[in-house]
């Protein structure tokens, strides 16, 4: 069979256009990526990505300070490091651990918990499965500080027990 060059320009042909789809293709992937790290970090959320095997894959920048934990940490991190790592700046750092299992050995889909700190502020956790095709691929874990919203909370529930105790007639609780 005589090699006229034809099939050599169609398989050259047929490269480029493969590289030109993948080429195209790295950018929409790369594009997606630094959207999804822009979001991460443009929430007001502190954020904990987590794969199936609790390995840290993603995060932001506000987990990390919420937490205080040193940077080199969150590189290649196993949850579980991280999890011992602030259990005890918690005021109940065993029962911390012990809902985290919790969370992890059933499966739930969305999880919510408020966590009292010992320097006194107040945070939500909220967490959900991440589903691709029906299978748990991981967990995202977010944080809000919500210690102001607490306060307010704890002076108007006072001021509600003060009113009800004058109007009442009873004597004031000092």
Not at 17 to 24: L, T
Not at 80 to 97: C, I, M, T
Request: hydrophobic share 45%; aromatic share 6%; glycine share 4%.
């Amino acid at each position: 069979m005589k090699n006229d060059g034809v099939s050599a320009n169609i398989a050259d042909n047929d490269h480029r256009a493969m590289s030109g789809v993948s080429e195209h293709s790295v950018t929409e992937l790369a594009t997606a990526l630094a959207m999804m790290h822009a979001a991460l970090e443009s929430t007001t959320d502190a954020i904990l990505v987590i794969d199936e095997a609790n390995y840290v894959r993603e995060f932001n920048e506000k987990y990390v300070k919420f937490w205080g934990i040193p940077p080199h940490m969150m590189i290649s991190a196993h949850a579980s490091e991280l999890w011992n790592y602030v259990s005890p700046q918690l005021k109940d750092s065993a029962g911390y651990l012990a809902r985290v299992q919790e969370i992890i050995a059933s499966a739930a889909p969305e999880t919510f918990d408020v966590l009292q700190l010992k320097d006194g502020r107040v945070f939500e956790q909220n967490s959900a499965i991440q589903l691709i095709k029906q299978r748990n691929v991981g967990r995202v874990w977010s944080f809000r500080d919500i210690t102001q919203r607490k306060r307010a909370q704890d002076a108007l529930a006072n001021e509600k027990r003060v009113l009800q105790e004058i109007a009442s007639g009873a004597p004031l609780a000092a």
